[in-house]
């Protein structure tokens, strides 16, 4: 059976680090992979599914949002991303989110961002390390309790934003202790989960590669005109 083929957005200045760690999570969990940058000829036609990855803050203008001063922005990779959520989704392809894109699903979805989070969540911890040092809790009954278990989770965080009003057929999958959003999900087909840490640096976590097997599982069944949470529930039994 062909390996899904998995498109992978990056930022063009530091993407050249993490594209080969998302490639190596995406490989152990099935599939193979594809980089974009700002500039690419991002045909979704090519691919089975979709990998928002991590970066730079995004512009409040695509949100309505405040900017900081503090921000640091990549306006030609915002127009892409949200282009490549729209058109997957058109297209019946699934995605996943990794910090900002986890960010950009919910925007592509008509929702919108706290520009600086921690300013919001004051009982939140501030931690911002790629070791997992942070505590997040899985809401139950979500398609990520099912994916990566129900119990607490260790993981690692680098964002500043997070997640204010929630996109069209999103839900909160995850909270830390100061209830700030860690995780959303879609509610239906296609299959959508995105979440603020960034699981390709845990790649020799169980629980992290969960997210990896479940978007190749949805991508095959995209692949075979099935229905891609039925897959990914089976799948993750």
């Known amino acids: 059976m062909t390996r899904p083929l998995i498109g992978v957005t990056t930022s063009r200045r ?26 690419s000829d991002a045909d979704l036609s090519r691919v089975d599914g979709v990998i928002i990855g991590g970066g730079d ?14 921000a640091r922005l990549d306006p030609g990779r915002d127009a892409l991303e949200r282009r490549v959520v729209q058109d997957a989704f058109d ?40 070791l997992p040092r942070k505590t997040v809790h899985i809401e139950p009954a979500t398609r990520l309790a099912h994916v990566s278990g129900t119990g607490p989770m260790k993981v690692n965080a680098l964002h500043s934003q997070a997640v204010d009003t929630l996109g069209r057929g999103l839900r909160v999958a995850a909270r830390d202790a100061g209830g700030m959003v860690q995780a959303i999900e879609r509610v239906r087909d296609p299959f959508a989960i995105g979440v603020q840490w960034h699981p390709e640096h845990l790649f020799y ?27 990914v529930d089976h799948c993750m039994d």
């Open 57 to 70: 803050d995004i512009s409040p203008d695509l949100y309505g949002g405040q900017l900081v001063r503090s």
């Open 91 to 130: 297209q019946d392809k699934p995605v996943l989110g990794i910090c900002r894109g986890s960010q950009m699903l919910n925007i592509a979805l008509g929702g919108t961002l706290h520009q600086d989070a921690y300013e919001v969540y004051r009982n939140s911890r501030y931690i911002r390390t790629i």
């Open 205 to 231: 976590a169980h629980r992290q590669q969960g997210l990896f097997r479940a978007l190749v599982s949805a991508a095959r069944a995209r692949q075979q005109h099935q229905a891609q949470l039925d897959r």
């Open 14 to 39: 530091s993407g050249w680090r993490i594209f080969p760690l998302i490639a190596l999570n995406v490989w152990m969990a099935g599939g193979r992979s594809l980089r974009w940058v700002d500039g």
